[in-house]
C-alpha cells in the first residue's frame, strides 16, 4: 500500500511506537502519585512537556495536553464562550474543521453570536475582513492556519497581529500546519493554538492547546485538577511519550521535509495536470501547505476514484476523510464557489514525511489509468 493520505493521519515515525510501548511497560506510574513511579511518570510528563513547548519556541507553561486537535478546539472554543457568560462575538470562517464549526454552533444556541467570515475562490480569510468584522463585543477570533482539504494557508501572521492590535484572543486550529511547515512565530502568535499528534506522525488520541498564560479560560473536563486545572484526568502518558518522540524529530527534519514534498507536489501537479487538462487544482495560486493537492476531476466520482485506487493499492482520500466516511459534499469547495455536482469530483492527495519519488511517480501513471478508465464507463461522461 502506498499512502498518500498524510492529512487524514500520518504514519507514527521511527522510535514513536517504541516510545508509546516504553512507556507502556516500563514507566507504569500516575504522574500525580507521590511514590517512586509517579515521580518517574511526572518525570516523562515534564520532559515531553518541555520538547513539545522547544517545538513550537513558548515556555512550557503553556503547553496543555489534551486527546487532540477536536479537544483542543473545543477547549479553545468553549472556554473563551463560557469565560464570556456566551455573551459577546466570535469571528470564524467558512471552511474550519467541523471541530470548530459544530461547537461554535452549540455556543450559538446558548446565546452568543457567531460571525462566519467568507472565503475568496482560493479559499483564503481576508484580514482585512477580519478586522472590520471586530467591534468592542468580539471575545474570540478562530481561524485556522492551513486548510485541511485544500491545504491553502491562511493569513495567520496579520490576523494575529490585529487581535493583538484589538486585544482580542486569537484561536488558531494549526492541525494541519502541524508535521508540514514548521511552526513559525507568524502562528505562534496565537494566543490559543490547536496542535494534533497524529496529523504530524505521533500517536493518535493526543494532542495539545498551547495556551497564553494569562488568558482567562473556563476548563472542559473537571476534576483532579490536572494540567494546571486547565484539563482535569490522567495525562495519557503512552500517547504524550510518542508525541514527544515526534516532536523531537520534526524539529531537526522538518525544513528538508517540507522542501521535499514540495517537489514532490508540485511535479505530480504537473504530471497529473498534463494529462487531465481539465482537472482543477484547489486553492492553486494561493499558498498552500507543501504536501497537499486537492483535485476537481470533472466526469469522476470521487468515491468511486478512490476506491479504484484503494484497490490498485493506493491511499487517498476524497475531500476530508476524517469526515467518518459520510458522503454529502464538502463545505471547503461550496465555500470557494463551487457547486455540489462539481464537488462530487473531489479527490485529495497529502504526501508525508515518508513519501519517495518513487510512490509519487507509480502513483502518478495508475491515477492517470484510473481518471480515463472510469470517464470512459462513466454515466457522467
Ligand atoms: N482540525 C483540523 C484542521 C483537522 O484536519 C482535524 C483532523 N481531521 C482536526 C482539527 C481534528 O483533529 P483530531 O483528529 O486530532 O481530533
Not at 4 to 23: K, W
Request: net charge neutral; proline share 5%.
Amino acid at each position: 500500500m502506498i499512502y498518500l493520505d498524510h492529512n487524514a493521519t500520518s504514519p507514527p515515525r521511527p522510535g514513536v511506537a517504541e516510545a508509546v510501548t516504553a512507556n507502556l511497560t516500563t514507566t507504569h506510574g500516575n504522574p500525580s502519585s507521590v511514590h517512586g513511579a509517579g515521580r518517574r511518570a511526572r518525570h516523562l510528563l515534564d520532559d515531553a512537556r518541555r520538547a513539545v513547548a522547544r517545538l513550537v519556541a513558548v515556555h512550557e507553561s503553556r503547553v496543555i495536553f489534551t486527546s487532540g486537535g477536536t479537544e483542543s478546539n473545543h477547549l479553545a472554543l468553549f472556554g473563551i464562550a463560557e469565560a464570556a457568560e456566551y455573551r459577546g462575538t466570535i469571528l470564524t470562517s467558512a471552511i474550519e474543521h467541523p471541530s470548530v464549526h459544530k461547537p461554535l454552533s452549540r455556543i450559538a444556541a446558548h446565546g452568543m453570536q457567531v460571525i462566519q467570515l467568507p472565503v475568496d475562490p482560493l479559499g483564503r480569510v481576508d484580514a482585512a475582513a477580519v478586522e472590520q468584522a471586530i467591534t468592542p463585543d468580539t471575545r474570540l477570533v478562530s481561524i485556522m492556519a492551513a486548510n485541511n482539504e485544500t491545504g491553502v494557508l491562511q493569513p495567520i501572521q496579520a490576523i494575529g497581529t490585529l487581535c493583538r492590535a484589538a486585544r482580542v484572543p486569537f484561536h488558531c486550529d494549526a492541525t494541519q500546519w502541524f508535521g508540514k511547515l514548521s511552526l513559525s512565530t507568524d502562528v505562534l502568535g496565537a494566543d490559543l493554538l490547536t496542535l494534533s499528534a497524529h496529523k504530524a506522525g505521533g500517536p493518535m488520541g493526543c494532542g495539545a492547546l498551547i495556551v497564553a498564560n494569562a488568558l482567562q479560560l473556563a476548563p472542559l473536563l473537571l476534576g483532579g485538577g490536572q494540567e494546571r486545572g486547565r484539563r482535569s484526568g490522567t495525562e495519557n502518558l503512552p500517547g504524550i511519550a510518542g508525541f514527544a518522540a515526534m516532536a523531537g524529530q520534526l524539529a531537526r527534519q522538518i525544513e528538508d521535509e517540507a522542501q521535499r514534498n514540495a517537489s514532490l507536489r508540485d511535479k505530480l501537479e504537473y504530471e497529473l495536470l498534463k494529462s487531465i487538462p481539465d482537472a482543477i487544482i484547489l486553492g492553486r495560486g494561493a499558498e498552500r501547505l507543501p504536501n497537499t493537492t486537492a483535485l476537481l476531476i470533472p466526469c469522476v466520482d470521487g468515491e468511486t476514484l478512490v476506491m479504484t485506487l484503494d484497490l490498485a493499492g493506493f491511499a487517498i482520500s476524497s475531500g476530508a476523510a476524517c469526515s467518518s466516511g459520510k458522503n454529502s459534499p464538502s463545505h471547503v469547495p461550496m465555500a470557494m464557489g463551487w457547486s455540489a455536482e462539481a464537488t462530487r469530483g473531489m479527490v485529495r492527495i497529502s504526501l508525508g514525511w515518508d513519501t519517495t519519488e518513487t510512490m509519487v511517480d507509480s502513483f502518478i501513471s495508475v491515477f492517470q489509468r484510473s481518471v480515463d478508465r472510469l470517464r470512459k464507463g462513466s454515466a457522467l461522461a
